[in-house]
């Protein structure tokens, strides 16, 4: 878990790496260490990059500042505070003056387009040091011109925190427009930051629970087409949809597992409901449960080995974990009030719920085995965590009820800096991409 102080206890070891290194990175150098949620996030400057296009530059150097300053962790400086307005990624930086603005890194950069692409050479600074973190380039298609800003991001925080970034992401929700009692909903895709929204599904049919593949190519959704709500499959690279199975009966709560070969769902019989798992290769389900009770929301751990999973069995809702493969359930929730909707995080150490007490509903995390539960955030209605790839930040959507509508949030794992993510429209069921190739 990253440890968080300030600039006294921000040293350690980064190696440099990426397409072009400038020379050879220093050996101590300074970085974040998160431990808890009290701390002050670290100052760093960000000069306009230098181009042959101001306005590519203005519009690439503002979306990495977004990107660090939404992720809680950096202060970035503004204009009237930089010693230097624009950067030179080919000068080594007046250490003095910048220290002087109280900045402890330091980011020069210049972009171009180059045969079609988008190229960014950017260099990382320790100030309190004076020292090169790291120099590199970074590229891609002219069409995709905000991804060169969110891979620079991922760079910077990757450096400074010791933790993968995030922002070079998408998010899959399901977007919500109409009258209250006759929303029509549709699957929508955006950039993790809200921009570049494109829309999946027509509305001709409800959608829910989206879920990402972890390879991101595919997404399992429930689909209220046809008599019986079925688990679909959607083709993010050809827009082709096709049902997973026809069980002729209610299927919900899909999950991929980590290799991308199986599906866990539920299947609903009556007034029970039971988990089954299916090879997307040879579509032959096998129940993993069985009995009178309400098995739903299965969620694989990062090594394929185990699912937690929601129950009604010992007579509340409440969080279980057993062997993928079926058998060995074990409950892990004991606190006041009803659990559902787990999410094991990608890294491993931590799952996500949606818990119902004292009248309103939270969203908090907990160990594998149960213990540290952490409520991160509370209203009148908020439902279905997703993770960031890094393990790190979570969103989720949230409802205040009334004429209103729900909407996106995202929020880190000690609680700290939640955030709205701007959505076109209502927007609920958010599913968290990979990190994008």
Known sequence: MIDLSRRQALKLGMAGAGVAAFSNPASALVKIVVSGGDFEPMPIGVPVFSSSDPQLAAEITSIVVADLKRSGLFAPMSESQLPLKQGDVNANPDFGAWRNAQADALVMGSVNEVGGQIRADVRLWDVVEGAQAFGESFAADRKNTRRVAHIVADAIYAKLTGESGYFDTRVVYVAESGPKANRTKRLAIMDQDGANVQYLTRGDSIVLTPRYSPQGNLLSYMNFAGDVPQ?????????????????????????????????????????????????????????????????????????????????????????YVMNSNGGGAQRISFGEGRYSTPVWSPKGDLIAFTKQSEGQFHIGTMRQDGSGERILSSSYLMEGPTWAPNGRVLMFFKDPGGDSGPQLYSIDIWGRNELRIPTETFASDPTWSPLLK
């Open 231 to 319: 688990i679909y499959l959607l083709d993010l690279s050809t827009g082709k949809q096709q049902r997973v199975a026809d069980f002729g009966k209610m299927t919900l709560s899909p999950r991929f597992s980590p290799d991308g070969q199986n599906l866990a769902f539920s299947v609903t019989n009556g007034a029970n409901t039971n988990l089954y798992l299916m090879n997307l290769q040879q579509r032959k389900p096998a129940a993993l449960t069985s009995g009178a009770a309400i098995d739903t929301s299965p969620s694989f751990s990062p090594d394929g080995s185990r699912l937690a999973f929601e129950s009604d069995r010992g007579g509340s809702q409440q969080i």
